[in-house]
């Protein structure tokens, strides 16, 4: 089993801004495990969140990550029994193993994590942080694109936020608005920013990540008060994490990213589905093939928030559709996405 990878920019087509930094671009390592004849295909990208450069990843995949499997089964437990590996890297090289499983049994990814039948599903496009006009004109033309679901960045100003928010509902009507400060507010802040979009007749889907990290009592106190879903991102990375959770919040943000990939993303929903929580399927920016092998899990998800290929001025990879807001498969064996 051999281990391969290739670096790559990724550009926005217009910079993303959120509460805590801006973002115009980023580069992607694309990992590929070749075995018995068959490639599989992954894709890590940078985060100064995550404290993953380019140096540090491909570091990592220099080592012999695969040694001594002689299958992706082996290779997976292999993988993941190796918690110094960060959760990106991890995730792309589970990426190309399930990718490199699906083919060799002739069945695509969704078929091997618990998803038979494959259904066309809405995704959310992000707006980042922006004027309230300029929020308004990208929300008219994403709902004349076909998107139903729109993610409004917010948390650098409440009052802004609000106005933000209200514009967006103005431009889109019928689309269903998931609101994301990433961790921007206070607690009171977030009650009050909540109470004010409620009050302007703007029902919102979920509101995601509303305070830091770190204080699950905290996001119970938001829970008992705020009249829309309440979402934790950042506080459920982990299985443990998630059981914590249980009646603080109503979902939780599952990014592969964050987890460390496909097997442990499927041990965190059963463990959200115990614990009586949703599930939101969230991603980094990142092209076709670091978003698809979370689109595979879409049908264990409430809310699907899978737009980063979206977000770029070029995508390298095609496979997953939702140009205009629909995710799609094309069933073949593995991922399914193919280089341009």
Known sequence: MKLDWEVYGLDLSTPLRISRSVMARRDAVRVVVTHDGLQGHGEVVTSVYYRLDVEAITSLLNRPLLAGADSPET????????????????????????????????????????????????????????????????????????????????????????????????????ARLVLDPNGGWSP????????????????????????????????????????????????????????KLAGAVDGVNVKLAKCGGLRPALEIVSAARESGLDVMLGCLVASSLGIAPAVHLAGHARWVDLDGHLLLAHDPWSGIGGEDGVLRLSGVPGLGVVRR
Do not use: M, N
């Open 75 to 174: 290779a997976l437990d292999a993988l993941h029994a190796d918690h110094t590996i960060p959760a990106g890297v991890r995730a792309a090289v589970d990426a190309a193993l399930h990718d490199l499983l699906a083919q060799r049994d002739a069945v695509p990814v969704h078929a091997l994590v618990g998803v038979p039948r494959w259904h066309d599903v809405p995704t959310a496009y992000t707006i980042g942080i922006t004027t309230p006009e300029d929020a308004a004109t990208r929300a008219a033309a994403l709902a004349g694109r076909g998107f139903s679901v729109l993610k409004v960045k917010a948390g650098a100003d409440p009052e802004r936020d609000v106005a933000t928010v209200a514009a967006v509902r103005a431009a889109a009507p019928d």
């Open 188 to 243: 009171d802040e977030t009650v009050r920013v909540v109470e004010k979009i409620t009050a302007a007749g703007v029902a919102l889907d979920a509101v995601e990540q509303p305070i830091p990290p770190g204080d699950p009592d905290a996001l119970a106190w938001v829970r008992e008060r705020c009249p829309a879903p309440l979402v934790a991102d950042e506080d459920a990375a982990t299985v443990a994490d998630v059981r």
